[in-house]
């Protein structure tokens, strides 16, 4: 019997040599795929969905990019993971992240070629990470003690973050918007509390940032719109009991007047239901479910802002923002935690209205109203916006801040080389294309801008031979520029994350041998 019966029929293995092969190639195409978006004048991509609506997504954040693919390649799927990694834990650099695993990969499939083993390529890989991180660690700077450096420092991150984006057009306002937005958190890392509205209509420059909190609903007829020293109930609960349901109800009666009885008693029902909510002193209520127009009518009688229907995302944070918790039963009012404002009013964004709170309970809130032309537009500015808002409120953690433009790739790549001199053995050709893949950052910069990346790398390389070099890649002037004239600056915490996730995905599947892909499962032909 021969022995290589192991695996069901169309189960297959790859072994050695080929497993490899398939792995870089899958993900090498996957680096590929975002090169293009990398740097300021990185290029975007339009997804299309298969499904009903045939969705079409605009965007150049890598993340969203590789998220919307369905991939078969395994290699190419710990990539898109990691690119998700960097997008929940710092929120840029997503693009970077796959990027220099791509390269890692490219360089390491040349060292295999070589017959390098590859448990010596991942331990020279180790020791060149520990060493690029170390040389990063060296360079920062630290500005939290002096207010006015920090929050200039601030914006040129949100500049830098922004650049690469749609918003790069109007990046003064929006790093002032997202700078004035992360301030406002002091220090939390909770972007819960920053609301981002978007409003079709205006351009991207109209729009603004508003303190408090901004309900997308309108205020019910014969109601209040204005109220001060607001208390408001938010609530979950059904508020259409005032009619009997006709559908599904079997109710045997011998006239018409008990149908009336019956409707009758179930008023009775919603207005001590009403006024049981009147109980709680309030004088707004606002219900995820819809009110109906008896409840509604005697919400208006008791001078009480009944809103309905409030969409579950805008309630969670409403309930979040103004300090009251939800709830559903109304019949002990001194448990119910009421939310508290100092004025609620509507205010017209557009050709819409809203209803704004503002001087609420959570003083960090603020509410970012985006305007734009076009759905796609709104989307890709949140998307944008998002990034840089998560970037801030990281590096008002952790304060430590690099340049940008290339510059932290040189100082990790001069480093490593330095290193490698000194190491003996194989382990040192390893440490040497790691210092080539990190330089793939700053090539493609400057691919992606059109300009003679060779020609700028050489250049940039003898530049960074003097001590406290601060030159990298400029690609508005298409020249070597110097990074703190143009303000050019990336919060610390990204690059470490972006070399760390890169250096443990290229190892993952670098260590990669055989790859069994297992049989598909059949469905049974049922007679």
Request: proline share 2%.
């Amino acid at each position: 019997m021969a022995i290589d019966r192991i695996f069901k029929d169309e189960a297959s293995e790859e072994k050695g040599e080929r497993a490899r092969m398939s792995s870089f190639v899958g993900a090498m195409a996957i680096a590929e795929l975002v090169k293009t978006t990398l740097g300021p004048k990185g290029m975007d991509k339009i997804l299309q969905s298969t499904g009903r609506g045939r969705e079409v997504t605009v965007t150049n954040d890598g993340a969203t990019i590789l998220k919307s693919l369905h991939i078969d390649n395994p290699a190419a799927k710990v990539l898109v993971d990691i690119s998700k990694v960097q997008d929940d834990e710092v929120g840029d650099g997503t693009t970077s992240v796959v990027v220099l695993a791509g390269e890692l990969l490219r360089e390491a499939e040349k060292l295999v070629a070589a017959k390098i083993h590859p448990m010596t390529i991942i331990a020279g890989f180790r020791m060149a990470a520990e060493c690029a991180r170390n040389a990063l660690v060296e360079k920062v700077v630290d500005n939290k003690g002096d207010a006015e450096k920090f929050r200039s420092d601030l914006m040129n991150i949100a500049r830098t973050t922004l650049s690469s984006k749609i918003l790069s057009q109007d990046k003064e306002h929006f790093a002032k918007l997202a700078v004035d937005a992360v301030m406002r958190l002091k220090g939390s890392t909770n972007l819960e509390s920053v609301q981002i509205i978007k409003k079709p209509g205006g351009s991207l420059i109209d729009s603004f940032l508003d303190e408090g909190f901004i309900l997308d609903k309108k205020i019910g007829l014969g109601q209040p719109k204005r109220i001060e020293n607001a208390k408001i109930l938010v609530a979950n609960t059904a508020m259409d009991t005032d009619k009997v349901k006709i559908y599904g109800a079997r109710v045997r009666v011998d006239s018409m007047s008990k149908v009336a009885e019956i409707e009758g008693a179930e008023k009775e029902k919603m207005k001590e239901k009403v006024n049981k909510i009147i109980g709680h002193g309030i004088n707004c209520f606002v219900n995820r479910q819809l009110i109906y127009n008896f409840p509604e009518e005697l919400f208006a009688d008791a001078g009480i802002l009944a809103i309905e229907h409030a969409d579950f995302d805008g309630i969670e944070r409403l309930a979040l923002v103004t300090g009251g918790e939800i709830a559903s039963t109304f019949d002990n009012p001194e448990s119910v935690k009421l939310g508290q404002c100092d004025l609620i009013e509507e205010i017209m964004i557009g050709e819409d209205k809203l209803i704004k709170f503002s001087g609420v309970a959570m003083g960090q809130a603020c509410t970012i109203v985006l305007r734009g032309a076009s759905h796609h537009v709104l989307d890709e500015a949140e998307r944008s916006l998002h990034d840089a808002l998560c970037v801030l409120s990281q590096t008002i953690n952790d304060s430590r801040v690099l340049l940008g433009g290339g510059w932290p790739e040189m100082i990790m790549a001069k480093e490593i080389d330095a290193l490698a001199r000194k190491t003996p053995g194989k382990k040192s050709l390893a440490m040497e294309a790691f210092s080539r893949a990190l330089l793939a950052i700053p090539t493609t910069i400057a691919d992606n801008a059109g300009l003679d990346s060779a020609e700028l790398i050489s250049q940039l390389r003898a530049e960074h031979q003097n001590e406290g070099c601060t030159a990298g890649i400029d690609v508005i002037s298409g020249s070597v520029g110097d990074m703190i004239e143009r303000g050019i600056s990336e919060a610390f915490k990204v690059k470490q994350a972006v070399l760390l996730s890169a250096t443990e995905a290229a190892e993952m599947i670098l260590r990669v041998d055989e790859i069994i892909t297992c049989a598909p499962r059949r469905r049974e032909d049922r007679m």
